[in-house]
């Protein structure tokens, strides 16, 4: 197998920090700051040990999605989601901001990154750390319950 | 959607903080052009001139470490010291270098030049002379030529025999600055 790679991290932080906090915003609303030092000390604190750099986007979004989900235990039952303007042209993230804030983490996770940003389960299931069927399932159920919840 | 600055800062000041870093670096302007100046845990690695960043840190990471992130705290006192230099305030510089990325030789030419004072010069035949190899003038010069740390390891003090400047891999124009502002004469 072709080794892929691993960039300086300098390189690897430009090129996603502005998804990646883009992201949080919409994940972590108002704590989106600190979950973005977090993510990425995270990811520097794992750096040495990636093998290669293949799937560096869907490894930094599962960072990110496991400190917005940690961020948001610690916080619960209080937190609150603030309600963001679609301030960067990408309606889909607006729609689900509101739509998914009441959901479990997981799920409003495997949601917005198949219907936010177009991952695909592949991917998703990298960011959640878990199977392909699993990533499938969350956003699946992520969606009957928006639905029931609609209806 | 952009990172605002202060969480962008915050994140390079506590990756260095926590010590996670394998290089930290940043940009700095100085009367010689623009600097890159870069230090590991050890101490100062590099100082590149009219530098392309994204060229110094593919080097840098090859050198030293994948962990190369801009971050200005930990460069802030080889600035200070850079500045106070360039000021004419300084003479010798306190903060470490880190050569141990380097080859033997090197590190011992580059040592043994560290000892050229400030307003000082000496010829590659004479450094050559003082590490015990007074034929190796030639590979003196070639390891001056890749000082990662050129003006705090001081290789503009090094001409050829006759006194001309002969070289620098900064460009001899930035060589003669340097000799300029200290005043040199040869040793």
Known sequence: MNAVAIPPFERFYEEYREEIYAYLRKLAGRDADDAFQETFVRALRGYQSLQHGRHLRAWAYRIATRVAIDERRKRRPTAELPELPADDGRPAYAELDHLTGDLPATERAAVVLRYGYDLDYADIATALGSSEDAARQAASSGVRRLRRRMT | ?187
């Open chain 2, 1 to 187: 959607m952009t990172v605002p600055a202060k969480t962008d800062l915050a994140f390079r000041d506590r990756a260095a903080a926590e010590s996670l870093l394998d290089v930290a670096y940043d940009l700095t302007d100085s009367p010689i052009g623009p600097l890159l100046v870069a230090t590991t845990e050890r101490g100062l690695c590099e100082i590149a001139f009219d530098p392309d960043p994204e060229e110094e840190v593919e080097r840098l990471a090859r050198q030293h470490g994948i962990r190369v992130l801009r971050s200005a705290r930990p460069v802030d006192e080889a600035r200070r010291e850079l500045d106070e230099y360039f000021e004419g305030q300084r003479h010798e510089f306190d903060l470490p270098v880190d050569l141990s990325a380097l080859p033997a030789f090197q590190q011992g030419v580059l040592a043994e030049l560290q000892r050229v004072p400030y307003g000082r010069v000496d010829t590659y035949g004479g450094l050559a002379a003082r590490i015990g190899k007074p034929k190796a003038a030639r590979a003196v010069g070639g390891a001056l030529n890749r000082n990662p740390v050129p003006i705090v390891v001081p290789c503009h003090r090094i001409v050829g025999s006759t006194g001309s400047l002969v070289g620098y891999a900064g460009g001899l124009e930035r060589k003669q600055l340097l000799l300029s502002l200290e005043g040199g004469t040869l040793v």
